[in-house]
């Protein structure tokens, strides 16, 4: 990767992003359905937001899931005048958020969902974060003075050299809660390879629907993505197209002997390995996409290639080395694609 000039506020080049984005491939316009609008509309009122969370009180005490309440059990449970009044608001529950059985009332996956974010604050606004310092390397200029920091209640990793966004995602108040500034930006670094695994397998990490991918390229090839959007909620996620290299086990168990946990390693921490001299990608062709990595430290070099799937497998040099040179003997043994090159 090269530097290349790109404003702060280019969203195209930033090397990692979650959310929803409007600058994705073209697709419908969300519609909003009657059973959207009556769902949503039956949250608006205490008394069933309270039932709601009586239902989940009483799953977290008992460590149940789907634990049952008979009517009279919610109904003492929740503030309400009578009991017709209490038993209109749970009607309206029931069906979206509450299900009913012969023997009460349990929480639905909705309802289960509404009553886990009104614990975490999800309707809150963002908690305030002081800006701090962290390790890494910035992909467009190489500088090793990146911060961490919220803008517009959003983490972003930013290169304070050259001000390029590496990492833009979305922070719920959850997240910051219990937690220094330097938690907050470690729990970021699981975050985002939580949600590269699912990625991965082609599941949506926020409503685990089907995800489409293709590789993005920016800075006329100074840096190339990988990019996931789902096909239900369009959430869109791009990552530098070095993640899916990373994660093969030969590259993890490489970088394990050189010292580096892939798993513990947030992704700003390895931009300083792509970014160095001991990474080097070679991207071929985007259509289709035909890719190399080779990571060369300590005298012993990996190769890995990626095609249009982005499925990943290491190059075997012996099978190169075969062909270019019939005389084995000075070519050092090959396993799995890992060589010795000293
Ligand atoms: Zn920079
Ligand atoms: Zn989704």
Excluded at 43 to 59: K, N, Q, V
Excluded at 99 to 119: C, F, M, P, Q, S
Excluded at 183 to 189: L, R
Aim: hydrophobic content about 40%; charged content about 25%; overall charge negative.
């Amino acid at each position: 990767m090269t530097a290349d000039e790109h404003g702060p506020e280019d969203a195209a080049g930033e090397a990692a992003e979650t959310g929803t984005d409007a600058t994705e491939p073209a697709h419908e316009a969300s519609e909003v359905d009657d059973g959207s609008i009556d769902a949503l509309g039956v949250l608006g009122s205490e008394p069933r937001l309270e039932i709601l969370l009586a239902l989940g009180d009483r799953e977290r005490a008992v460590r149940t899931n789907r634990y049952e309440l008979t009517f009279s059990e919610l109904y003492d449970a929740v503030d309400v005048a009578s009991s017709s009044q209490f038993s209109y608001h749970l009607s309206q529950l029931v069906g979206p958020f509450v299900a009913e059985t012969d023997d009460g009332y349990h929480l639905k996956y909705a309802g289960d969902k509404v009553v886990r974010a009104i614990r975490s604050g999800l309707y809150e606004s963002t908690a305030a974060f002081e800006p701090v310092g962290i390790p890494g390397a910035c992909v467009v200029c190489g500088a090793t003075d990146l911060e961490a920091l919220l803008r517009d209640e959003r983490f972003v990793v930013r290169c304070r050299a050259c001000e390029a966004t590496l990492l833009s995602d979305s922070f719920p108040r959850s997240q910051a809660d219990d937690r220094t500034p330097e938690a907050v930006v470690e729990s970021f670094g699981y975050r985002i390879w939580s949600a590269y695994l699912l990625v991965r397998g082609g599941v949506c990490p926020e409503c685990y629907g089907r995800v489409d991918y293709w590789v993005d390229c920016h800075d006329d090839g100074a840096q190339y993505t990988f990019a996931a959007m789902c096909a239900g909620c369009d959430c869109t996620i791009h990552l530098p197209i070095e993640v899916p290299a990373l994660f093969h086990p030969t590259a993890i168990e490489y970088l394990w002997r050189h010292g580096i946990d892939l798993f513990d390693s947030p992704l700003w921490e390895l931009f300083e390995l792509v970014v160095s001299d001991e990474w080097t990608t070679t991207v071929a062709s985007t259509d289709p996409l035909d890719a190399t990595f080779r990571i060369a430290m300590d005298g012993e070099a990996v190769e890995l290639a990626m095609d249009e799937r982005f499925e990943v497998s290491p190059v075997d040099e012996s099978l190169e080395a075969d062909l270019a040179d019939d005389d084995l003997a000075d070519d050092v043994p090959v396993d799995d694609g890992v060589s010795e090159s000293a």
